[in-house]
């Protein structure tokens, strides 16, 4: 399928929704995550971004997240995000998010749905933390303090501004679930007539099942890389490019 025939495909839809991940933000200057510049000192994000690595050596994580929100903030968004930005208000395009650099957001993009979470949100670790009022041998509950800090340089490591106890980014991390409600909106977005999967290895489950689900929706399936990738024999189309250049010559065939 030629790109105007891609372009016909999503004037023609009642229901678009795009799926994107590192490669969106690859020309912002974000590192994706398992590209070359994926690695940071010796580690694979894959390490890292682990509860294991937090209880390990949760310096060791907050320096790397703290090295990550850094880079970000000196990060602007993309053609590719400002085309999809545009797209969610103009033709209701839903944009489900894998990348926590909130550059969909800063965009300007509707009702982004952030299935992996935000660098620059934090949540308490859940100190056992008296009620308020109990005396101190009553019952104590757990801190579930969540919150935004946008501050560069985070004082590391963080503590819960609630409670004291130590910080922890609110981010998914392997092994961990995501928020279900997250996966219930995407779900529910999956359910359209057209899907692209934009700069994604797709390798990342639940995230990358979500193509499956349009699939048995009865949407046609894009997927926009300028690599092969596990999504590619599983889609309807396949537009070998980068996003930031692909998705602006999509647009301009629109708008002709
Ligand atoms: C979970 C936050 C239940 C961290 C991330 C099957 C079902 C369920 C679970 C699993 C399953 N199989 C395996 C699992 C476990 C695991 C998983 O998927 N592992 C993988 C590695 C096999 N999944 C989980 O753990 C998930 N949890 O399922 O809960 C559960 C509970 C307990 C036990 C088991 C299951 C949680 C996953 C969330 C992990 N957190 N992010 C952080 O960022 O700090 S995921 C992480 O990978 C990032 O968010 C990243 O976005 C995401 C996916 O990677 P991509 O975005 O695709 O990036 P990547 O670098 O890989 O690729 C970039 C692509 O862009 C490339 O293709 C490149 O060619 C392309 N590109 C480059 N430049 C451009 C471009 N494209 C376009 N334009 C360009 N210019």
Do not use: K
Not at 175 to 193: K, M, P, Q, T
């Amino acid at each position: 399928m030629s790109l105007l025939d891609l372009a016909a495909r999503i004037a023609r839809a009642a229901r678009l929704t795009v799926l994107t991940g590192a490669g969106v933000s690859a020309a912002s200057g974000v590192p994706t995550f398992r590209g070359a510049e994926g690695l940071w000192r010796r580690f694979r994000p894959e390490d890292l971004a682990t509860p294991g690595a937090f209880v390990r050596d949760p310096r060791l994580v907050w320096e790397w997240y703290a090295s990550r929100r850094a880079v970000v903030a000196g990060c602007h968004p993309n053609p590719a995000h400002e085309v999809l930005a545009r797209w969610s208000h103009e033709r209701g395009c839903r944009v489900v998010t894998q990348n926590v650099d909130d550059l969909h957001l800063r965009a300007g993009t509707r009702d982004v749905i952030r299935l992996h979470g935000s660098l620059w949100d934090l949540r308490c670790t859940g100190a056992a933390v008296p009620a308020p009022g109990t005396p101190v041998r009553g019952r104590a509950t757990r801190c579930v303090h969540a919150w935004r800090d946008e501050h560069e340089p985070l004082p590391l490591p963080p503590t819960c501004p609630r409670c004291g106890a130590l910080a922890r980014p609110a981010i998914v991390w392997f092994g961990e679930s995501l928020d279900e409600a997250d996966v219930v909106a995407a779900r529910n977005a999956a359910a359209c007539d057209l899907f692209i999967a934009i700069g994604t290895s797709a390798i990342v489950y639940p995230a990358a099942g979500l193509l499956d689900d349009a699939r048995r929706a009865g949407a046609v399936t894009a997927a926009i890389n300028p690599e092969a990738t596990p999504a590619s024999s599983r889609v309807d189309v396949t537009v070998q490019g980068r996003a930031e250049e692909i998705l602006p010559r999509l647009d301009l065939l629109l708008a002709s």
